[in-house]
């Protein structure tokens, strides 16, 4: 009898085999393709019924957002099929042609005021605005900012650029002596015979002179005095050459003259035309590669929030930064439009960089109704020029709306900052520690005009009401 070994041993069981890792690559290129049959099915209808320009919206349209973003989710009763999320994407505005009345005139008004910057090209008029610049004065100004900038730029380091080129520092230097110096503002003209103050009676027609002069308007004023009662007429002049002798008007005559006298020194200008009743001038600067705004009227430089928010100005000791010392109109605006030599460009979004509450309503044209004049209008500017010259001017339209789109995300992260945790509500705001604070008063009055004037325009600051939307009787 053999030995006894026991039970049969079983084999030890294989080795347990690698699982292999979930590959989502597959199931998300599908769900793309779907996306995308979405987004195709969705835009393919409405490419096939445009026929012109979208009838304008009862809703205030907001430059900021596109008019795509209040379309609906349309329903579906397949569960299978994924959701287009129309509410989510950014629709591409397709420049279309004005057909409704109100489109139509409102390119023509913007047509109209494109002319406004071909009129700083006259030769003779440039040689008459130099001789009345003191151009020695402006220069060595120029040259100490200029200097003084670059030593601040230097001590920091080597490689550092000054803030302002010195082509800069001579529109600030000139702007200076504009405000302070050369042109007046005018709220009611003194009476000729005696210089007491004068009561408005309304406008009156131009005469032919007056007319020839660019005058669309004259204000009828008279002498508050009895034994006087004197009349004094106010012509509204528009030609850059008379003003140049008058020396005196208002809002429009102020950025007409010194549109002319920036452009007289050699700088790109623009002039900036608002729906509410106001203009002001860009500059280009090429130490910065962008358009700088400037007012004459109020002597401001670079501060486009002004209007609608108010100016600033902040102090830096190492970190945080500190502001202080806002102030503004509170002014509700809807169009900017800047005009000059090479085209027109919408730059509502410069000014009013929270739609919702400081924006009026853009009611004038669809945004792509805007789109077809502002591209319209480029066209007829640059149709002589030179493919190069065509070339840079793209290249420069494009860092430009790249500069407009960055507000419009730097807006949109403050009003996320303040919905976080912890932030604090209202537009008073102190808090975090000594040299951490933000103070944000209400906004001030603008300074030039008279109380009445301002209230009617809606400039005149903390705790006001929103004025009517109609333009002044008196104009800028």
Known sequence: MGDYNGPPRRPP????????EFDATDLTQQFEQ?????????????????SGSPTPSRQPSNPSRPA??????????????????SSLRNHPKIASPPQDPASLRFRNLLITLSVQPTKYE?????????????????????????????????????????????????IR???????????????????????????????????????????????????SAVECRAFERFPRYGDV????????????????????????VGARVRWVWNAEDHVWTEVYSEQQKRWVHVDACEESW????????????????MFPVVLIGLSGWGKRMSYCVAFSIDGATDVTRRYVRNAADQGADRNRCPEEVLMFITNEIRRMRRENKSKEERRKLFI??????????????????????????GAAPGPNVTGGGAGNEVKVPEPLARRNGAQAWREARGEHGAGQTRPDRSPPRDGP
């Open 13 to 20: 069981p294989p080795p347990p085999k690698p699982q292999r």
């Open 34 to 50: 779907l996306l995308r049959t979405q987004r195709l099915n969705h835009l393919f209808p409405q490419s096939r019924s445009r």
């Open 68 to 85: 795509s973003q209040h379309h609906t989710r349309p329903s579906t009763d397949n569960p299978h099929v994924p959701p287009t999320y």
């Open 122 to 170: 006259n030769p003779g008029l440039l040689d008459e605005a130099l001789a009345v610049i003191p151009l020695h004065r402006i220069y060595d100004e120029a040259e100490d900012e200029s200097q003084l900038l670059q030593a601040q730029a230097a001590s920091i380091g080597t490689n550092v650029k000054a803030e302002w080129g010195y082509q800069d520092c001579v």
């Open 173 to 223: 230097a000139l702007l200076k002596w504009f405000k302070r110096s050369f042109f007046q503002f005018v709220n009611n003209p003194p009476c000729p015979v005696c210089a007491s103050p004068t009561v408005s009676h309304g406008l009156t027609p131009p005469t032919d002179d007056e007319a020839a002069r660019g005058a669309n308007k004259v204000e009828h004023y008279r002498c």
């Open 241 to 264: 050459w008379q003003l140049l002798q008058t020396r005196r008007g208002r809002v429009g005559e102020w950025a007409n003259c010194f549109s002319m006298l920036c452009r007289a």
């Open 302 to 317: 670079d501060n486009p929030r002004l209007y609608s928010e108010g100016e600033h100005s902040t102090a830096i000791v």
């Open 396 to 421: 420069e339209d494009e860092r430009e709306e790249k500069e407009l789109r960055g507000y419009v995300v730097q807006s949109l992260a403050a009003e996320l900052g303040r919905m976080l945790p």
